[in-house]
């Protein structure tokens, strides 16, 4: 069955630090990967999305992601975290119809 | 734009009773789904609308939960009897067109808590 896996559950930064959150799934075709975001008190969020072509996308507020096929991975990076990054942030993978929520990571940055 | 809206944003029920959530989506979204998120998870999709016919539904626990979209736009989400293990966050979203091409947007929520 297809999964989605984030095993960072907590991840605790300070400002300027770097920042990548893991994601891997299971599923053998086509598949469309998503980053989520849900700041404190506030609707979850698209930050990026990956359908085809470079395997590097950008969303918003610099965040980037890497679909990696052999590893079946699609990493969350950002170069230097500010405060107001601190989140929940979730890694979906769509099949057709299906939709498949990993279970979140939360990030802490500390001033 | 209006976001999507759910109400009511919380509740709070005892086991066995009856419970309805509303969601209006998106003015002009086709697509309208319904996901329970339990502390500690990721969302977990129940049940999707394309207009208001049902394009997946096999999540959903359908000897106590409903779900019905009426005329294409605001939509229910039903549980009869309720039971502890519903005790969850539920949300709404809607997209433009159904698949995974389209951005869902997601509403507040409603947090329920069953006793």
């Known amino acids: 069955a297809q999964s989605v896996s984030q095993h960072n559950h907590h991840v605790i930064l300070s400002e300027a630090a770097s920042l990548e959150l893991g994601c891997n799934y299971s599923y053998g075709g086509t598949v469309n990967l998503f980053w989520y975001v849900q700041y404190p008190g506030q609707h979850l969020q698209l930050l990026l999305k990956?359908?085809?072509?470079?395997?590097l996308v950008k969303g918003i507020k610099g965040f980037e992601a890497e679909f990696i096929k052999s590893k079946f991975s699609f990493n969350l990076r950002k170069p230097s975290v500010q405060w107001s990054d601190t989140a929940e942030y979730f890694c979906?993978?769509?099949?057709?119809?299906?939709?498949?929520f990993g279970t979140g990571t939360s990030l802490t940055v500390i001033p | 734009e209006a976001g999507v809206a759910q109400s009511p944003r919380y509740k709070i029920i005892e086991k066995r009773q009856s419970v309805a959530f509303w969601c209006n989506p998106i003015?002009?979204?086709?697509?309208l789904y319904w996901y329970q998120q339990i502390l500690g998870q990721g969302p977990k999709l129940l049940i999707q609308f394309q207009n208001n016919g049902v394009v997946d539904d096999s999540q959903l626990p359908k000897d106590r939960f409903s779900a019905e979209r009426l005329k294409g736009v605001d939509s229910t989400l039903k549980i009869q009897p309720a039971k502890l293990e519903d005790s969850a966050v539920y949300l709404c979203a809607s997209s433009a067109t159904s698949g995974g091409y389209n951005e869902q947007f997601f509403g507040p929520g409603t947090r329920l808590t069953v006793l």
């Open positions: 003015s002009g979204h086709a697509t």
């Open positions: 979906a993978l769509i099949t057709g119809n299906q939709f498949y």
């Open positions: 990956y359908f085809s072509g470079d395997p």
